[in-house]
């Protein structure tokens, strides 16, 4: 991996200043590819630091039913893999700054081959990558796949992980690390901000990387309650259903508004 990729600069420079990392997910081509684009680009206006683009996976097991059903749109649009590249290669004639991860499963990676994913995702303008079913046990390749082609490997631990699966990650990964805040699916259950709390030191004696906290997170107050413990907030759920809840139009500007409130409440107090 470069010492210089997109992802190891931003959190150096958030680290610098003594901010957390403000991380919106949305899935690619909802609800409809044309409007991707504009999407991201009013997630950076809104003050992202790094976005996690979702690719449509026909099951996806670790998402609620909001991101199911963006998922159903856009796969009803003929989103694939490839057009989800193609969306990043378009982002990047206008923001060659803002880190993109790519959020999604193995499926439709392994019926691309890895090696050639790696190296078009590369080519597209990709900074990481995070494959929900790669599990750190059985993603040695992966992980060199990507790091050969400059691109950040990126998993997930959750409250049940094990020592020795949070040393496993400690190995393979790096940009930073997503811990899932609560047990289930994306979108799911009520937010502990001490539970999380609780499981850092165990979490920082073994990762030297930044650890973004997911899941659960829906407004201001919350996000600024993760960020006390945390080096990111990654927030989607909430921005999904934002989305589908304001219809093509409207749901750019209404993404930046609510993002720039998430951002606002990030910075107002140093964390570092």
Do not use: W
């Amino acid at each position: 991996m470069s010492p210089t990729s997109r992802l190891q600069a931003t959190f150096g420079a958030l680290k610098a200043e003594g901010r957390k990392a403000l991380i919106p997910y949305i899935t690619a081509g909802d609800p409809h590819p044309r409007h991707t684009l504009g999407l991201m680009q009013a997630l950076v206006a809104g003050g992202a630091d790094v976005i996690e683009l979702g690719v449509p996976f026909s099951d996806p097991m670790a998402d609620g039913p909001v991101i199911q059903r963006a998922a159903e749109r856009a796969l009803m649009h003929g989103v694939r893999l490839l057009d989800v590249l193609e969306m990043v290669r378009q982002f990047r004639l206008t923001d060659r700054r803002t880190p993109v991860v790519l959020m999604g499963y193995a499926n439709p990676i392994e019926r691309l081959g890895l090696q050639s994913f790696a190296a078009q995702a590369r080519e597209a303008g990709v900074d990481g990558v995070l494959v929900v079913d790669y599990p750190p046990e059985e993603a040695q390749g992966f992980s060199q796949a990507l790091k050969a082609e400059g691109l950040d490997p990126i998993f997930l631990l959750a409250p049940t992980s094990s020592d020795e699966r949070i040393a496993r990650v400690g190995e393979l990964a790096s940009g930073y690390v997503y811990y899932v805040s609560l047990r289930g699916v994306t979108g799911a259950g009520h937010l502990d901000v001490a539970a999380v709390a609780e499981q850092f030191p165990r979490l920082r004696a073994q990762l030297a990387l930044p650890i973004g906290v997911g899941f659960g997170i829906r407004d201001a107050a919350s996000a600024r309650a993760v960020a006390s413990v945390a080096d990111a907030v990654v927030i989607g759920s909430a921005l999904v259903q934002l989305v589908e809840r304001e219809g093509p139009d409207n749901a750019p500007l209404a993404l930046q508004r609510f993002l720039a409130e998430i951002r606002s409440a990030l910075d107002q107090k140093e964390f570092a």
